[in-house]
Structures are given as structure tokens and as C-alpha cells.
């Protein structure tokens, strides 16, 4: 069997959660003799193997149109025919109507089946001013009444989606978040000054941003202002970005808030090596209670004690003072609390970072589910 995916970024893996979680699917699939190649747009040409799975770009410029343009779909068609032609399943996580339906076309024309990964709620979240809701809720009934009916078969990464996912498809597979680590050293060098990590950009309805904010101003005033919080990309809609310096200047945080942009993988391994905890905040919202945050698959392997929402499907696998500090969604206070105990109290500490790591070992290593991806993709 021939399967050829398409990453929505740029391959090998970088900063991309989609990228990481396609790679450890991928990997599966090839540890249990299937033949799989990735394919991803750029502009320049590229070709190797990284990790045993060949990967090959497509020269083509990936517009981010609000919609896409008839003329795009066509050429998007004409590149990705030869690909979809030669496999027997085209795997893929995009996620916009349009481009489903064009590869959709393809491989109805050529006869190859496709396999879709649904990773949130389509159009749950505003990403544009000009994103309506009326809008956003037109696409998702078209989404669910008219196009995933029509792909071979869907693989849904939480409780939530799968059960919304077999209303309209009976061909569905839950696979949870996945990590290619089953476990990774760390040798922190116990700085003078502890720091929380967020890596990744900001979002205030995904991460509620604003109540990280919050709770570590409220934990460093408790620790005398021994606390740092260290973001990687300084990017977000212009709003949050106007809050969070607006923020730091009335609390006069500038010397405890830290934005280092993007870094390379040894840079932020360094950052993962030394932070003494992350905060996954989550609030109640029809993102969060569809989705599953990947970034937890780097977290849990290194031993970093998290404090997690009781939100969706986090509160499948996390509970509190057990594998994490568990906390209600935007709630600063406990967020706080959280904090300051994660720092102050090793045996807690120690408790719930070497508990999540069995926890990633035991459900969210890629290797326990070689036979269950092999199984549906035969299927």
C-alpha cells in the first residue's frame, strides 16, 4: 500500500504541531510496512528523508486568501494530479471547504481513496476582523452536511470531534495527540530566577493568554518577583498584542516578560531544558472543547510540570495533584496557586512531572498505535 500525505507546513517538522503529529502517524504507518512519502508546498525545491520518511516539496505558492480564487483550486489540482494518481490513499489535515473538495475531485477522478485528519472544530474561532459568525456557522453546516461525507474516512484527535465526526462519517479512527519521544533528558541548571515557557504564538480564545497574564503577576508578587515568563513568538491579533503591552507597562513587567521570536530546534530545546514549568489555560470555549493541545507532546516526555484546564478533552487524561495541577479554565487565582506551588513544593513537583511522563509513555507514544493506524488505513 501506497500512502502519500500532504503537510500543511513545511516538512521536516519544525515549529508546526500538524507537522510533528503527521510525522509520528507517518512513522507508524512506515514501522508497519507501508510505503509513505510527504509531499508539502514551496517555493523552492526540495527532496531527502528525515527519520526514515522520504519527503518531497511541490513547487507552488500557498496563498492565504480568505477565499480561494477559482484560478488558485485549478492550479492546485493540476500539481497535486500525478501525486494523488500514483498512491493508493492521500492523507491529509486541511481544513478549508474549497481545497478539501479540489483534492476530493482529484481522487474521485483517479480512484484513490483519502483520509482526513480533523484536528478542532472547522471555523470555531475568529481568525480575521472581517470573520463574521454568521459566516463561520454557514461553513461549518456545509462542512459536516456536505463534505465530510464525502472523504474515505476520518482520523479525529478527541472524544468530542469523534463523536460529532460519526453523524456524518462512519469511517472514523481517535487518535490522540502523539509525541515521537518516549522520554528526553533534561539537565536544568537550576537559574537563580525559575521561568514559565509558552511556546508558541498568542491566542486569547486558545490559550487565554490574558489570564497567563494575570496569574503570573499575582504568583511573582508572592515570590518577591523572582518569576519570569518567556514567550517564543510575539505575534496575535493586534488587540491582544495592544492588551499585553499596555499590561506590561502598568504592572512595570518589562524586566520579568520575555518574547525571544522564533528559534531554532537547539535554541528552544535549551529553553525546554531550563523552564521550570508550563501553563496550558484553556477556556471554556467550542475550540477548547473540541481540541487537544499538541504542545503538551513536548512538555510531558521532559518531565515539565504543567497546570491544565478542566477543559474538553484534557480532563480525559489529566487530574489535579496527580499528573498535573488542574485548574478551571481562566481562573488566575488558581492558575496562581498552581504556580507558586509548582515552584515552592519539589515533592508535588516531582509527583505530577514523573506521572505525566508515564502518562505520555503509556497513551501518547506513537508506537502504541502502529496496529490501530495500519488497521484503518488497510481498512
Known amino acids: 500500500m501506497r500512502i502519500n500525505a500532504l503537510s500543511t507546513s513545511a516538512y521536516p517538522p519544525e515549529h508546526s504541531p500538524m507537522s510533528h503529529r503527521l510525522h509520528c502517524y507517518l512513522l507508524a504507518l512506515k514501522e508497519s510496512g507501508r510505503n509513505v512519502k510527504v509531499y508539502f508546498f514551496s517555493e523552492k525545491k526540495l527532496k531527502g528523508e528525515y527519520e526514515g520518511i522520504l519527503y518531497e516539496s511541490i513547487i507552488f505558492k500557498y496563498s492565504n486568501n480568505f477565499i480561494n480564487p477559482p484560478q488558485y483550486l485549478k492550479k492546485l489540482k493540476e500539481v497535486l494530479l500525478p501525486i494523488v494518481k500514483e498512491c493508493d490513499i492521500f492523507f491529509h489535515s486541511e481544513d478549508r471547504i474549497s481545497t478539501i473538495l479540489a483534492i476530493q475531485h482529484i481522487a474521485d477522478y483517479v480512484n484513490t481513496k483519502t483520509i482526513v ?7 470555531g474561532f475568529k481568525t480575521r476582523r472581517l470573520d463574521f459568525y454568521l459566516f463561520r456557522w454557514l461553513k461549518q453546516v456545509l462542512f459536516f452536511q456536505y463534505v465530510i461525507k464525502k472523504v474515505g474516512g476520518v482520523i479525529v484527535i478527541s472524544k468530542g470531534l469523534e463523536s460529532l ?7 472514523i479512527l481517535r487518535i490522540p495527540i502523539l509525541t515521537k519521544y518516549f522520554e528526553i533528558n533534561r539537565n536544568p541548571s537550576n537559574s537563580e530566577i525559575p521561568f514559565i515557557l509558552h511556546a508558541g504564538a498568542l491566542s486569547e480564545n486558545k490559550d487565554g493568554i490574558k489570564g497567563v497574564f494575570e496569574a503570573f503577576n499575582l504568583a511573582q508578587k508572592q515570590l518577591n518577583g523572582k518569576l519570569h515568563l518567556i514567550f517564543t513568538i510575539k505575534k496575535g491579533l493586534p488587540s491582544l498584542m495592544k492588551w499585553i503591552e499596555e499590561f506590561i507597562e502598568k504592572n512595570q513587567l518589562n524586566d520579568k516578560i520575555f518574547f525571544k521570536g522564533v528559534l531554532n530546534q537547539l535554541d528552544l530545546n535549551l529553553l525546554y531544558n531550563d523552564c521550570s514549568l508550563a501553563i496550558l489555560n484553556k477556556p ?37 495533584n496527580m499528573n498535573s495541577i488542574m485548574v478551571v479554565g481562566n481562573d488566575k487565582i488558581a492558575i496562581s496557586k498552581g504556580i507558586i506551588q509548582i515552584i515552592n513544593d519539589r515533592k508535588v513537583t516531582d509527583k505530577i512531572s514523573n506521572n505525566a511522563l508515564l502518562l505520555s509513555q503509556n497513551t501518547f507514544y506513537y508506537k502504541i498505535y502502529i496496529n490501530a493506524l495500519n488497521d484503518f488505513f488497510k481498512k
Open 284 to 320: 471554556d470555549n467550542k475550540q477548547n472543547r473540541y481540541n487537544f493541545p499538541t504542545k503538551l507532546t513536548e512538555l510531558l516526555p521532559r518531565r515539565i510540570p504543567v497546570i491544565v484546564s478542566n477543559t474538553g478533552e484534557l480532563n480525559e487524561y489529566f487530574q489535579n
Open 117 to 123: 485528519e480533523l484536528n478542532e472544530y472547522p471555523y
Open 165 to 171: 465526526a460519526l453523524k456524518y462519517n462512519r469511517n
